[in-house]
């Protein structure tokens, strides 16, 4: 049985110190990582995986809670270190006050803290309506896999289009793009590293990201799309020069988009996913179409007077 300072604990918790440093280095939210947590060491249960996703040791937590305390003039609880490690380890439950702290400590609700279950439904007819059938709070592992399993699986085109995720050029996806484009074509449609629209919307992330600095995007992001698509013929890059609030991905008859917000990473967005037959598809292919037209040269106006292009990938 594992218990709260034995030596297979410690290693649990550097398990878990770099799942944390992963998902900073892949701008995930907390939540995203705390999922990733659960699911990579099952022997962690939730309240201790929100602990470690937030890189607070527990005496730093019962600090944060002795403030939100005190901050509604109440008297501090001066929580233990061994107390909160029963919490964690499920051998004692909180009281509900206590649990009402840990939520807002968390900023999260109490199921996703392991104390209750979430009873709450979604309407199937009302997204059946629409045209949803999946879709993900945020990007997280669950939805770079669908992304990765749908392309293993395409049979018709695989079309990516947005800032470009850092996720697309890592090595453990470029070879599933390799492979999918000896059967579909594989188009791959990034903001041009130097145009203005490029530059405004890094004005707004919280954070630095990749394509705030040009150099490194060609160096991080594009070279490797690059060198893909010289291994693989059928990948086809292109660069496109205008603003976009989200993300598009059509693997056949699904698309994915992924929504980017003011002051937020675009992996903070939600990732919603449609699926042929519905309006929200048809405004999604219809975007995708479009493109697809333009590197033909095919710019007609107004955008060609507002110097809208999308042409071939040029990489130094």
């Known amino acids: 049985m594992v218990n709260g300072n034995g030596s297979n604990r ?19 939210t907390t939540e995203a990582v705390v999922e990733s947590i659960i699911r990579r060491i099952p022997e962690v249960a ?11 040791s527990r005496e730093e937590v019962s600090a944060r809670l002795d403030q939100l305390y005190v901050a509604d003039g109440l008297e501090p609880p001066n929580v233990d270190s061994s107390t909160l490690c029963r919490w964690e380890l499920g051998h004692r439950r909180p009281n ?5 702290y840990f939520c807002r400590l ?24 629409v045209g949803i059938i999946g879709a993900f709070p945020y990007t997280n592992e669950e939805s770079e896999e669908d992304l990765t399993d749908r392309i293993r699986g395409a049979r018709e085109r695989v079309n990516l289009f947005g800032l470009t995720r850092s996720f697309y050029a ?19 449609y990034v903001m ?35 060198a893909a698509a010289e291994r693989a013929p059928g990948i086809r890059l292109y660069s496109y020069n205008f603003p976009c609030s989200f993300a598009m991905e059509e ?19 939600p990732v919603l996913l449609f699926q042929d037959g519905g309006a929200a598809h048809t405004f999604v292919v ?27 990938l040029e990489v130094a």
């Open 10 to 28: 410690r290693s649990l918790e550097r398990q878990a110190a770099e799942i944390r440093l992963d998902g900073l280095r892949r701008g995930l």
């Open 46 to 56: 939730a309240l201790e995986a929100w602990r470690l996703a937030n890189g607070w």
């Open 96 to 100: 509900e006050e206590r649990i009402e």
């Open 106 to 129: 968390y900023r999260t609700r109490p199921d996703r803290l392991g104390f209750g279950t979430d009873h709450g439904e979604a309407n199937p007819t009302h997204l059946q309506r």
């Open 170 to 188: 890592r090595e453990e996806f470029l070879p599933v793009l390799e492979e999918a484009a000896q059967r579909v074509p594989v188009r791959v």
């Open 192 to 226: 041009d590293p130097y145009c203005d629209s490029r530059r405004d919307r890094y004005r707004i992330e919280p954070a630095e990201a990749a394509m705030e600095d040009p150099a490194r995007y060609i160096r991080e992001i594009l070279r490797p799309l690059r």
């Open 251 to 269: 693997v056949d008859d699904v698309t994915r988009i992924m929504l980017y917000g003011h002051g937020k990473r675009g992996t903070h967005g």
């Open 286 to 312: 219809d975007q995708l179409r479009w493109l697809e037209r333009m590197t033909q040269g095919e710019t007609p106006e107004p955008w060609m007077s507002k110097g809208i292009e999308v042409k071939p």
